[in-house]
């Protein structure tokens, strides 16, 4: 049996995440656990290249200054790579209509028929989608990243938003 080509983007990669304390700083153990679960499944299975330095992996660091996500990207030793800013501004009404429609499900789960439910949660995995779409338009010429990534990488930057 022939072994399958190595993957040519196998170092394209985050193989860590670590969020500013100063400008995001820590929440209660609810919140932290879905930070944690985020940046597990973002880590766990992801394609990330910032441009022009196609050679990682890489390490991330997030945090907020001002209205800007700030994401600092570095290669696995430390050695920086590029920052970049992104507004938060594309992203407010987004967030604000997940935890929408995310509250909706929760209290879905407890009454409503499965249909309903099923609706529901379309329309949650509709906006998360939209979210992820944002997220790629705004990295694009930055970093490449697909569609998984980008996904993964929003329920990230929602967590940070999350008070509970």
């Given at each position: 049996?022939?072994?399958?080509?190595?993957?040519?983007?196998?170092?394209?990669?985050?193989?860590?995440?670590t969020?500013?304390?100063?400008?995001?700083?820590r929440?209660?153990?609810?919140?932290?656990?879905?930070?944690?679960?985020a940046?597990?499944?973002?880590?766990?299975?992801?394609?990330?290249?910032?441009?022009?330095?196609?050679?990682?992996?890489?390490?991330?660091?997030?945090?907020?200054?001002?209205?800007?996500?700030m994401?600092?990207?570095?290669?696995?030793?430390?050695?920086?790579?590029v920052?970049?800013?992104?507004?938060?501004?594309?992203?407010?009404?987004?967030?604000?209509?997940?935890?929408?429609?995310?509250?909706?499900?929760?209290?879905?789960?407890?009454?409503?028929?499965?249909?309903?439910i099923?609706?529901?949660?379309?329309?949650?995995?509709?906006?998360?989608?939209?979210?992820?779409?944002?997220?790629?338009?705004?990295?694009?010429?930055?970093?490449?990243?697909?569609?998984e990534?980008?996904?993964?990488?929003?329920?990230?930057?929602?967590?940070?938003?999350?008070?509970?």
């Open positions: 049996m022939t072994q399958p080509p190595p993957d040519e983007d196998s170092d394209n990669r985050i193989v860590a995440v969020l500013d304390e100063e400008s995001i700083g929440s209660g153990p609810d919140i932290e656990h879905e930070r944690a679960i940046i597990y499944d973002l880590v766990e299975k992801n394609l990330f290249a910032p441009e022009g330095a196609d050679n990682g992996p890489f390490t991330l660091h997030i945090g907020i200054t001002g209205n800007r996500l994401f600092d990207i570095r290669r696995e030793d430390g050695t920086p790579v920052a970049h800013l992104l507004s938060l501004t594309p992203f407010r009404r987004i967030v604000k209509d997940y935890f929408m429609i995310c509250d909706s499900y929760y209290q879905a789960i407890r009454t409503a028929t499965p249909d309903k099923e609706a529901i949660d379309m329309g949650r995995r509709g906006i998360h989608d939209e979210g992820s779409r944002t997220l790629q338009e705004r990295l694009k010429g930055k970093v490449r990243l697909d569609f990534t980008a996904r993964r990488l929003f329920t990230l930057i929602t967590v940070l938003h999350w008070k509970g």
